[in-house]
C-alpha cells in the first residue's frame, strides 16, 4: 500500500477555520496501522501529523502535502476501576467520552478543556489547561503512565519517574516525538453532578485580575469573560464565574444529578428552537458594531450577582452549547491569541493590547481569562500568572493587518516575560519561540527529537512554522 493515494487526499482545516491543508487523510483502527504507515514514511520519505479531534485553533493537527492520521478510530475505553477512579483509554477517547463513562460512579476528569470534543491523545499533546489550573495544573500532572509507538517502530512506556524526560516531553510535545497509544489517568471523585457557581461582575481590567488572584485560592475553579470591545474605564471590564464542588451529602439527588441524562446539553433552545441553527443568527452580529452591542447588552446583564448550582458539564463546556458556533465568524473564520503573563506585569501588558486592537480597528469580540501556575513539562506554557485569550474574526481584507499586529502583540508579551500556548495561536514565530522556551529547552526537546524521531517522520505545519522556520 502507498499512502500517498490520491483518493485520501483531503482539504483539512483547523478548528477557526482560519488555515487549510490539502493532506492524505487516513483513520487507523488498530496501532498496527500507525505503525505501517510510520514505515512506509521511513521508506519514502513523507510526514505525517496526528490529529485527534481537530480541536486545536492553529496548523497543530495539519500538514499541508503530507499523511494525518486521524486517530479518532481508537476509541476504546482499555480499563475502568471505579473503586479507585484510575482509566486507561486509546487515544482518540473524547472528554465527552471519558466524563460519560465516570460521572455516573461518582469521578470527573481532572482537568477538562473549554470543550469536549477533544481526544485524549490531543490534550495531552498539547497538555491542556482548565478553569482550575491555578490548583490542578494541566492534565499531564494527572497522567499515571502511557505507552507511545515511536515513529521508529519502538514502542515505549513512561511514567513520571520511568523514561521521565520523555514523559514531560511528549506531554506538551505538540505530537512530534511518538503517538500516544495508551495512557492512564487519574480522576477526581465527585459527590454530586452539580457545581455551585458565583457569578459577578468586574469594571475594569485591574478589578478582573484581582478578582482572579484573590478568588482562585478560595475556589475549585475560577473564569473571567472580558468584554473587549470595551475601552477607556471600561478597559477589561467583564465577568466572573467561580465555581465549587459540594460536600458529601448537600446534594439529596446525586444519583439522579451524576446521571449523563442529567448533565447532557439540551440539542433545543426553550425546549423548541434547535440549537443547530443559532450560529446563523449569529452571523450579523460578527462585526465591530454587532459585537459591541452584544458584549455591552451581556455586560449590563452581569452587573446582577448570581449564585446557583450548575451541572458540570454546562459549566465546563459552555461553547458546547452552540453547535459550530465557530461558523458565524464567516468564511475567514477566526484566529485566538492566548498569553501567558506573571502576575506582576499582565495588567500593563494586556492594556497595551487592548488598547492597540483599538486603535487599529482589530477588537476581539471574544476574552477569556484564567488563572495559571508553572509546571514542569518541557515545552511549557505555563506562568505563575494569568491567561488572556482573545478571538479575532478573520476576513479577507484584515488577514495581513491582523497577522502584523499579532506579531505586535507577541513583542509586547515577550517584554513581559510571558509565553504562548502551540494549541492556539497562528503567528508564533521561531524567534518568539526562543525568547520564552529559552534555547535549553528547545535543545533538549530536539535531542529528544533525535532519539525518538531521527528521520523526522513527524512533522506538522505547526512544527515547520515554530521550530524549523
Ligand atoms: C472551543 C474550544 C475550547 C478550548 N478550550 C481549551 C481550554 O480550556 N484549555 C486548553 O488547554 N485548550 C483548550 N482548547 C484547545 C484544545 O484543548 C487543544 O487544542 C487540544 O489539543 C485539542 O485536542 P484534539 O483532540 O482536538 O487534538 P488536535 O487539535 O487534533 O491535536 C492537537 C495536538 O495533539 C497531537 N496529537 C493528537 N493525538 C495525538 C496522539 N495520540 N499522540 C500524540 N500526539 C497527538 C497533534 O499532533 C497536535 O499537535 C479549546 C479548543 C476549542 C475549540
Redesign the pocket.
Known amino acids: 500500500m502507498s499512502p500517498l493515494d490520491p483518493r485520501k487526499f483531503t482539504r483539512l482545516e483547523n478548528?477557526g477555520h482560519s488555515l487549510a491543508a490539502p493532506s492524505f487523510v487516513y483513520r487507523p483502527v488498530e496501532t498496527g496501522e500507525i505503525d505501517e504507515i510510520f514505515r512506509a514514511a521511513r521508506r519514502d520519505g513523507f510526514t505525517v501529523?496526528?490529529?485527534?479531534?481537530?480541536?486545536?485553533?492553529n496548523d497543530?493537527?495539519l500538514n499541508g502535502g503530507g499523511v494525518v492520521l486521524d486517530?479518532g478510530g481508537l476509541s476504546r475505553i482499555l480499563d475502568w476501576d471505579p473503586a479507585a477512579g484510575r482509566v486507561r483509554v486509546e487515544?482518540?477517547v473524547?472528554l465527552q467520552q471519558l466524563w460519560q463513562k465516570v460521572l455516573p460512579d461518582g469521578w470527573w476528569p481532572p482537568v477538562?478543556?473549554?470543550?469536549m470534543?477533544?481526544?485524549l491523545?490531543?490534550?495531552?499533546?498539547?497538555n491542556?489547561?482548565?478553569?482550575n489550573n491555578f490548583v490542578a495544573g494541566t492534565i499531564g500532572e494527572h497522567v499515571r503512565e502511557f505507552t507511545?509507538l515511536l515513529p521508529t517502530g519502538a514502542t515505549v512506556t513512561c511514567t513520571p519517574r520511568k523514561n521521565g524526560d520523555l514523559f514531560r516531553a511528549?506531554i506538551g510535545?505538540?505530537?512530534?516525538l511518538?503517538?500516544?497509544?495508551s495512557i492512564t489517568l487519574q480522576m477526581k471523585p465527585m459527590h454530586s453532578g452539580l457545581l455551585a457557581v458565583s457569578a459577578y461582575p468586574v469594571r475594569n481590567l485591574e478589578e478582573q485580575l484581582c478578582a482572579l488572584s484573590a478568588g482562585a485560592p478560595q475556589h475549585a475553579y475560577i473564569v473571567g469573560w472580558l468584554d473587549a470591545t470595551a475601552r477607556g474605564r471600561g478597559l477589561g471590564r467583564g465577568q466572573i464565574h467561580a465555581a465549587d464542588y459540594l460536600p458529601e451529602g448537600t446534594d439529596p439527588e446525586c444519583q439522579r444529578t451524576m446521571q449523563v441524562a442529567y448533565q447532557t446539553l439540551p440539542a433545543t433552545m426553550f425546549g423548541i428552537f434547535p440549537k443547530s441553527l443559532i450560529h446563523h443568527f449569529m452571523k450579523p452580529f460578527m462585526n465591530n458594531p454587532g459585537t459591541w452591542g452584544v458584549n455591552t447588552t451581556k455586560y449590563l446583564l452581569s452587573l446582577r450577582r448570581g449564585r446557583y448550582r450548575q451541572s458540570h458539564a454546562s459549566f465546563h463546556f459552555l461553547?458546547d452549547y452552540v453547535p459550530d458556533w465557530e461558523l458565524a465568524y464567516g468564511p475567514g473564520g477566526l484566529v485566538q491569541y492566548q498569553s501567558f503573563l506573571p502576575l506582576a506585569t499582565a495588567a500593563d501588558a494586556w492594556r497595551a493590547l487592548l488598547d492597540l486592537s483599538h486603535r487599529r480597528g482589530l477588537p476581539s469580540y471574544l476574552g477569556v481569562t484564567k488563572r495559571h501556575r508553572p509546571d514542569e513539562f518541557l515545552l511549557s506554557h505555563g506562568v505563575d500568572g494569568f491567561s488572556l485569550a482573545l478571538d479575532f474574526k478573520v476576513t479577507s481584507g484584515n488577514r495581513p493587518r491582523l497577522a502584523r499586529i499579532l506579531q505586535e502583540f507577541d513583542e509586547i508579551v515577550l517584554q513581559a516575560g510571558g509565553r504562548f500556548?502551540?494549541?492556539?495561536n497562528s503567528e508564533t514565530n521561531p524567534q518568539s519561540a526562543r525568547r520564552f522556551l529559552g534555547q535549553d529547552a528547545i535543545a533538549r526537546f530536539m535531542a529528544l527529537k533525535k532519539r525518538c524521531d531521527p528521520q523526522h517522520v513527524l512533522e506538522?505545519d505547526?512544527y515547520r512554522r515554530v521550530f524549523l522556520g
Open positions: 478548528f501529523t496526528l490529529r485527534g479531534g481537530g480541536r486545536s485553533y497543530a493537527a486517530l487515544p482518540g473524547t477538562v478543556s473549554g470543550t470534543y477533544t481526544t491523545g490531543g490534550c495531552l499533546g498539547m491542556i489547561h482548565g478553569k507511545a511528549m510535545g505538540m505530537g512530534m511518538g503517538v500516544f497509544i461553547l500556548y502551540f494549541a492556539k506538522s505547526l
